[in-house]
């Protein structure tokens, strides 16, 4: 499912964004979500005018990229579902979504679309998004409706929604019943992280960063020797003992011990 809610960046009335986000139905999983401008609409009385034209002469006339973050958005639903022949997308009845889904998923695309009109209410086939914005609106101060939280540029809202996207994802359950989170559920985690283990894995130290499965805190590279591939290893090489027979290391002992072991 795909929705797009709007926000804003520096100034509520002159600098709107619009985020969409792309997400899996049935594990809640969030696999996109990524703001663009767009022109401010809505009606215009004559002090918005003003700040309007105020920014445009500070700034230039604000594009509308919609159409085109949408795209990126489908894009990158489109390279996790690959070798699915058949792929359910559904929308709100906006009339760009049709010719967006068609250009990036081709053939494969079943696209079903549903009145944004229709009461926000369970039995509504757009809920999962629509209570997944809600819960982001909640979480995320920076989407928050008259709050002094904002974002002052957008790069610094895509920013904290990857952060959110991770937690979300690999640390948060689906639902307050659950103990699996979306990517457990999705398959692409065999465990519920923790957020040190998230926190942990630096992109910019590549193999040399801790790897996110390991609960010993092994370096990427080491964890992917031991334990051959990232993508072919179950929850028992993770845990406990690899299939190379490795047994598990001790857990990390606290900061003051390791500084005594240090200095001794």
Same mark, same amino acid.
């Given at each position: 499912?795909? @929705?797009?809610? *709007?926000?804003? *960046?520096?100034?509520?009335?002159?600098?709107?964004?619009?985020?969409?986000?792309?997400? *899996?139905?049935?594990?809640?999983?969030?696999?996109?979500?990524?703001?663009?401008?767009?022109?401010?609409?809505?009606?215009?009385?004559? +002090?918005?005018?003003?700040?309007?034209?105020?920014?445009?002469?500070?700034?230039?006339?604000? %594009?509308?990229?919609?159409?085109?973050?949408?795209?990126?958005?489908?894009?990158?639903?489109?390279?996790?579902?690959?070798?699915?022949?058949?792929?359910?997308?559904?929308? @709100?009845?906006?009339?760009?979504?049709?010719?967006?889904?068609?250009?990036? =998923?081709? @053939?494969?695309?079943?696209?079903?679309?549903?009145?944004?009109?229709?009461?926000?209410?369970?039995?509504?086939?757009? =809920?999962?998004?629509?209570?997944t914005e809600a819960v982001l609106r909640d979480l995320t101060g920076r989407l928050r409706r008259e709050s002094w939280l904002v974002s002052k540029r957008r790069w610094y809202l895509n920013s904290h929604l990857q952060i959110y996207l991770a937690f979300r994802n690999l640390v948060q359950p689906r639902f307050n019943r659950d103990d699996q989170t979306p990517?457990?559920?999705?398959?692409?985690?065999? +465990?519920?992280?923790? %957020?040190?283990?998230?926190?942990?894995?630096?992109?910019? =130290?590549?193999?040399?960063?801790?790897?996110?499965?390991?609960?010993?805190?092994?370096?990427?590279?080491?964890?992917?020797?031991?334990?051959?591939?990232?993508?072919?290893?179950?929850?028992?090489?993770?845990?406990?003992?690899?299939?190379?027979?490795?047994?598990?290391?001790? +857990?990390?002992?606290?900061?003051?011990?390791?500084?005594?072991?240090?200095?001794?």
């Amino acid at each position: 499912q795909m @929705d797009e809610l *709007e926000t804003y *960046e520096g100034r509520r009335n002159t600098r709107p964004l619009t985020l969409p986000i792309l997400i *899996e139905r049935k594990t809640r999983l969030i696999l996109a979500a990524r703001s663009a401008p767009i022109r401010p609409s809505g009606t215009k009385p004559k +002090r918005r005018l003003k700040a309007i034209q105020g920014d445009e002469q500070r700034f230039g006339r604000r %594009p509308s990229r919609s159409k085109a973050v949408v795209r990126h958005v489908l894009r990158t639903g489109a390279n996790l579902c690959q070798d699915l022949q058949s792929v359910l997308l559904e929308t @709100d009845e906006k009339a760009t979504y049709p010719g967006l889904a068609r250009s990036v =998923f081709g @053939d494969r695309l079943i696209h079903l679309q549903t009145s944004s009109k229709l009461p926000r209410k369970t039995w509504n086939p757009l =809920f999962p998004i629509n209570h997944t914005e809600a819960v982001l609106r909640d979480l995320t101060g920076r989407l928050r409706r008259e709050s002094w939280l904002v974002s002052k540029r957008r790069w610094y809202l895509n920013s904290h929604l990857q952060i959110y996207l991770a937690f979300r994802n690999l640390v948060q359950p689906r639902f307050n019943r659950d103990d699996q989170t979306p990517a457990q559920l999705a398959g692409w985690v065999p +465990r519920r992280l923790r %957020p040190w283990q998230v926190l942990s894995w630096r992109q910019d =130290f590549g193999r040399r960063s801790g790897y996110p499965l390991s609960i010993v805190g092994k370096p990427w590279a080491e964890a992917l020797e031991a334990t051959g591939s990232c993508h072919n290893t179950g929850r028992r090489q993770f845990r406990g003992t690899t299939s190379q027979g490795v047994a598990r290391t001790a +857990r990390p002992r606290h900061w003051r011990e390791r500084r005594a072991a240090s200095q001794s």
